[in-house]
Each structure stands twice: as structure tokens, then as C-alpha cells.
């Protein structure tokens, strides 16, 4: 029995060791495309973690019942966006994890019976980030402290959002804003397929297309098998899942829907949005430009108080 299970995490570790990379793109629509550096490409000044407590505007733990079979999620980010998703498959909260530390017996076990929590957690082992350490008295836990998001102590990886169930045609996921944003980015993956194309649709608040952003990611999809199998150590989160975006410099994104060639689902991390312009947009000075032109009002009265002070010293020479 041991054998086998000596071999099965071997088998574990050598599937999870698989390299991942993206190609993205941008365009008015999907027929005009072109290539785009993948980094996030505004500043976000608000967020959304699926997992947040619901007094808080998330969903909370990813405790069954209640974590599955989502008709609809109404969430709201830090600063008081509402966010309404809607799938045409079951939406769900899931933890991206497949082990948790358990302190009473020192081992990595199914988060369901770690620590005495006794609940069913749903979660996917996916390519997003995942406790790697022990959670308590060891090396690992003091160069690495315990993991979690915001540090909600429930959270047994990175709080997700899932669109799952089999269905004809690509995995969906629609997002509908309470109010104009900038910009909106996210990480994503495909529930099954370890290569697939994410694309990302933008629209106003009256239905008209913004743009695109579409993602080809190789080997960011799919299940990290190094969540799962691992011979020494903990578990290894691949944190590849790639990053998908859209930046409006006018602010009228109002929603997106989120496409994913993977038609048994697909899983997003937490939302980093702009909502507010920069101050460029509403014709004041940038906050990091404001101090230089501080710096240059303050320059120009001395270089003044300098002429009028040689005029003075030459009239008085001449009188």
C-alpha cells in the first residue's frame, strides 16, 4: 500500500512539472486583433475577493451546501461597486486547493477534516496560487506565513469563481457593473482543457461592443498536479493561470463576458478594477505631476523676486 502511494505522488510530481505560457491580444473585435503585452496594463485602485465575508460584499466560505449550484452572485468590490455574474452553466465558489496542513497530525490532509473543521469545502485544484506551508511551528511557516488572501483564516486557497457543467459550445461568465470602470483584470482557467483561448468582450452601458482582449494560454489551464502529488515538502501551487484584461481610458465599461474554449467550465480569481479616472482624465494635473508643478510655480517666483531685485540694486546704482 505504501508503494502505491509512494508512486502515485511521484506520478503527482512529474505531471506537475509542466511550463505554461500566453499569448495575448487586443482589438476592436475579434476579427481585428493584434499582439499585446500580457502585464496588467492600468493601476487598480479597487478590488473583489470572491472569498470575503458576505458582510463584507463577498461570498464567504466555500462551504457545500451554499458554495454550489449558484444561480446568479450579486457581490460588491472594497469600494461599493456592485457586481452582478451570470452564467449560462452553474456558477460556484470554490477554494484552489486540494490539501490543507493539519497541526494535530502534522500532515497535509483534505481540507474537509483539517484542524477539526468538519465541513465540506468545494474546491479545484487549479493553476491559481495555494498553500505551500505548514501552518504552524515550522521553517517553511516562518519564511512563508500561513496563506490567505486579505488573511480570512477559512481560506484554503485562492477564493475562486467557477462556471461548471458540461454544455455545447465555449464556458461562459458575464459581469455586469453597477457603474462605469477603467479597467478590469483578472486571472483564468479552463476546468479541463490544459491549453485554451479566453476572451474577454467589452460593452457600454448601451449594449455597444468597446473592444477585446483575448488570451492564449499553453499549459495554464486545467488541474495543477503538483497541488496533489508532492514527495517532500508540501504541495506546489503552478500560479500560472494567466491574466485577462480591459482598459477604457473613458470609463464606460459596464460589462464584460468572459469566453473560455473549455465546454466543462471554467474558474476566475479576484477582480483588481480602476474605478476612478486619473486626474489627466478630467483635465487636472496628474497626482505625481502636481508637485512638480509645485516645484516650477516656487522657481518661477524666485527667478522673479531675482529680476526685481537686480532691477532695484541697478536703479539704484544709476541714481
Known amino acids: 500500500m505504501q508503494t502505491l502511494i509512494v508512486l502515485a505522488l511521484f506520478a503527482g510530481c512529474v505531471g506537475g512539472l509542466q511550463a505554461s505560457s500566453a499569448i495575448c491580444s487586443t482589438g476592436p473585435t475579434v476579427g481585428g486583433l493584434v499582439a499585446t503585452p500580457c502585464a496588467q496594463i492600468f493601476t487598480a485602485n479597487d478590488f473583489l475577493n470572491w472569498g470575503a465575508p458576505v458582510s463584507d460584499g463577498g461570498l464567504g466560505q466555500a462551504i457545500d451546501p451554499g458554495a454550489t449550484n449558484l444561480d446568479t452572485v450579486d457581490v460588491t468590490s472594497n469600494l461599493g461597486v456592485g457586481i452582478a455574474v451570470t452564467s449560462d452553466q452553474t456558477l460556484e465558489r470554490a477554494d484552489n486547493t486540494a490539501l490543507a496542513w493539519d497541526s494535530a497530525t502534522s500532515m497535509w490532509v483534505m481540507p474537509t477534516i483539517a484542524n477539526g473543521f468538519a465541513n465540506t469545502i ?33 481560506q484554503f ?128 494635473p496628474e497626482p505625481q505631476t502636481a508637485p512638480l508643478i509645485g516645484i516650477g510655480l516656487i522657481c518661477l517666483a524666485l527667478a522673479g523676486r531675482r529680476v526685481s531685485r537686480s532691477r532695484a540694486q541697478k536703479n539704484s546704482s544709476q541714481a
Do not use: H, W
Not at 499549459?219 to 517532500?232: A, E, K, M, P, W
Not at 479576484?270 to 476612478?276: E, H, I, K, V, Y
Open 122 to 154: 468545494n474546491t479545484f485544484a487549479g493553476q491559481f496560487d495555494a498553500p505551500s506551508c505548514e501552518q504552524s511551528g515550522s521553517v517553511c511557516q516562518v519564511n512563508n506565513p500561513p496563506y490567505g488572501p486579505d488573511n480570512y483564516p477559512y
Open 157 to 284: 486557497g485562492d477564493p475562486l469563481l467557477g462556471a461548471v457543467g458540461t454544455k455545447s459550445g465555449d464556458a461562459d461568465m458575464t459581469f455586469n457593473f453597477t457603474q462605469g470602470l477603467y479597467g478590469i483584470a483578472f486571472e483564468v482557467s479552463s476546468k479541463t482543457a490544459a491549453n485554451f483561448i479566453a476572451t474577454l468582450d467589452a460593452y457600454d452601458s448601451s449594449g455597444d461592443l468597446l473592444g477585446v482582449y483575448q488570451v492564449n494560454s499553453t499549459g495554464g489551464g486545467g488541474v495543477c498536479n503538483s497541488l496533489t502529488g508532492f514527495l517532500t515538502g508540501g504541495p506546489t501551487p503552478c500560479n500560472d493561470a494567466p491574466l485577462i484584461q480591459f482598459y477604457d481610458p473613458e470609463g464606460r465599461i459596464a460589462s464584460v463576458v468572459l469566453t473560455v474554449n473549455d465546454d466543462t467550465g471554467l474558474y476566475v480569481d479576484g477582480l483588481s478594477m480602476d474605478d476612478a479616472p486619473l486626474l489627466s482624465d478630467t483635465g487636472a
